[in-house]
Nanobody, 118 residues
């Protein structure tokens, strides 16, 4: 069964750091773009950062300079290093990836809670 498994969320004080990880598992023949989205209570899900298979990155303006996305292609894993966290970063963070299985398909992780206290 192909799935994305996230880890690394938690509670942190403003100004602190967290690192999220997301590993793709199952019968996978390749991974295209990978990314992180977040959804705060009462708000729509939004893109946080994304990275192509070649390493090109794109960030939401609200996290530029504070968050860094990276990936380990050998491990089919994407990371999100979050520094200088703010209370407005509080949300459920979801991993997303385009995986080559029988064809190419878009997958989502189960979500991990990030809470930043002031």
């Amino acid at each position: 069964q192909v799935q994305l498994v996230e880890s690394g969320g938690g509670l942190v004080q403003a100004g602190g750091s967290l690192r999220l990880s997301c590993a793709a598992s199952g019968t996978i023949f390749g991974v295209a773009a990978m990314g992180w989205y977040r959804q705060a209570p009462g708000k729509q899900r939004e893109l946080v950062a994304e990275i192509t298979s070649g390493g090109s990155t794109n960030y939401a303006d609200s996290v530029k300079g504070r968050f860094t996305i990276s990936r380990d292609n050998a491990k089919n894993t994407v990371y999100l290093q979050m520094n200088s966290l703010k209370p407005e970063d509080t949300a459920v963070y979801y991993c997303n990836a385009d995986l080559f299985t029988a064809g190419i398909k878009d997958y989502w992780g189960q979500g991990t809670q990030v809470t930043v206290s002031s």
